[in-house]
């Protein structure tokens, strides 16, 4: 007989409309065995010690093994069972903080290697702007730029991320959007002969204010729009006829279609890492508890750097 | 002594804003030498035939000769003197009607095939939208795509032009886009498996629907935005959000950029043109005169087909 634990669960209570509040999402606890079923060929049993990174409990899947690490789609619980493992990978490398796995080592850095480097297609001397700059994808893509001879510029949205950004992650200048009542001004001040690049996080006016500034040629990878996804009326984008005066490529993109780079990625990035020549912000919520307020806090941008969640120390 | 003829221009008499209207047009007469001045070497002075077409005069570049025929930036003037024959194409074919140097053989010729092939990807199987279909550069996009096995559907703004794609160009469908009052189910109805490749004409509302009802990895090349151009506030594009979703490219191009592929192009268009597997429709206009009425047409898409306007019948 397999052990049987109490596994504390975060769940959406209802579909969610609009900006998710802390009473949409509730915790309740069921009951785990610690086992992957004994008809499973290709499923995992997991212990989350982050959200999205786990240590293996059992194991039906010749590449997984009681012990090992991992990161990629687990769950918002404190076990789980994972029946598809297409989504997860293997740690090799642990000598670095293993909660990278969560960020710079994990999907936010490989969503800012692939965005910049395979989107952005950038050259040195490029000029290269970086809205939500200070977020988990943001002060890489930053850092990625200036180890390529880019000028880069990040906007954040209060004094402490501003200043990460100049004196941590070692951007050019930096500027809060919030204080900023013009953005088209604001962007022609910092980058008065105009923006080659521009790695999109944030959507709606800040990308009106940017197509305005950015030069022929262009090239924007859109990674997200954070500040568009809870609205039930997206704001509307103006000025896109830039996109052809200018010849710009403006392109989405979800970090999945690259994960083929992964080893590439890791050989370039742990290195630097090792090197001290990339760092990375860390906010840390200790607890699975403190899921709901920490996904909620994103929106609001009340982290600072990456927001990881401690589910268990081991 | 040169002779000096008596030249019939059509000039702006003022900044235009919003919509053009006939009054802000002028029609004057200035004297014009039928020679290029005498300390030029890269000048042609030409008797335009077309908007965009003439024969050469004179000339003191050694490419261009007296009786050439040429195509490209010319003016809107019965003669003009070309200072620099950057933007200018001599024309080695002429078992074609003249006036496809206008449009098929010139530079919405070009447009359509740079935009579609070089841009767009397209593939046998795939689905393509073109909107503005029965103009100048939208009736070969959708001919180039039935060549290449694509399913096609274009837009147009009346009857006559919606059975021209159907009939003439061989578009597998089409609409009547004002006919239309939810464009996103229009969409819907006529491409239920998704869209592509969409080839922009047109901007605003039209391309809010076509970026919900895109395919993943959906190409989008920017060729123009018609009904934004004179709007003092452009609408606002609300769905881009779906180009992270759909990992959609969308990107605006000008011809200019790809003007290297002429030779390429007229290899390929030529043949099919005197195979009659590619057809064009233009608009006529006779006389100079009729030159702002024409281009205020386009507005409101009153042409059918390419819109050329005759300066002199030789």
Redesign the interface.
């Known amino acids: 007989m397999a052990e049987e634990v109490s596994n504390k669960q975060i769940v959406l209570k209802n579909y969610v409309k609009g900006f998710p509040k802390e009473s949409d999402i509730i915790l309740k606890t069921s009951i785990t065995k610690l086992k992957v079923p004994d008809d499973s060929n290709d499923a995992v049993l997991v212990k989350n010690l982050y959200l999205s990174l786990a240590r293996v409990l059992d194991s039906s899947h010749p590449n997984f093994k009681t012990g090992d690490l991992i990161w990629g789609f687990t769950g918002w619980e404190e076990y789980s069972l994972i029946k598809s493992t297409k989504g997860v990978f293997k740690i090799q490398h642990t000598n670095v903080p293993l909660s990278y796995y969560t960020g710079i080592l994990g999907m936010p850095g490989m969503t800012a290697y692939a965005g910049f480097y395979e989107l952005c297609l950038p050259k040195k001397g490029e000029t290269v702007f970086v809205s939500a700059a200070s977020g988990a994808v943001g002060q890489l893509v930053g850092q990625f730029a200036k180890l390529m001879g880019c000028y880069v510029v990040g906007s954040a949205g209060n004094k402490d991320k501003v200043d990460l950004l100049k004196k941590k992650f070692g951007f050019d200048d930096a500027f809060n959007y919030k204080e900023e009542s013009d953005l088209n001004a604001t962007l022609k001040r910092y980058f008065p002969n105009g923006i080659d690049i521009y790695f999109e996080n944030v959507?709606g006016k800040m990308?009106d204010a940017v197509l305005l500034n950015m030069n022929l040629h262009g090239r924007i990878a859109?990674?997200?729009?954070i500040s568009?996804?809870n609205l039930e009326?997206?704001?509307?984008?103006?000025?896109?006829?830039?996109?052809?005066?200018?010849?710009?490529?403006?392109?989405?993109?979800?970090v999945f279609?690259y994960y083929h780079l992964y080893p590439k990625f890791l050989e370039t990035v742990l290195p630097l890492i090792e090197e001290g020549k990339i760092t990375y912000v860390e906010d840390i919520a200790e607890g699975l508890e403190s899921g709901p307020s920490a996904l909620i806090g994103l929106f609001s941008g009340r982290n600072v750097g990456k927001q990881v969640v401690v589910v268990a120390r081991e």
């Open positions: 959507g990308l859109v990674c997200g729009m568009q996804y009326e997206p704001e509307g984008v103006q000025n896109l006829f830039c996109l052809i005066t200018k010849q710009i490529r403006m392109e989405g993109f979800l279609d």
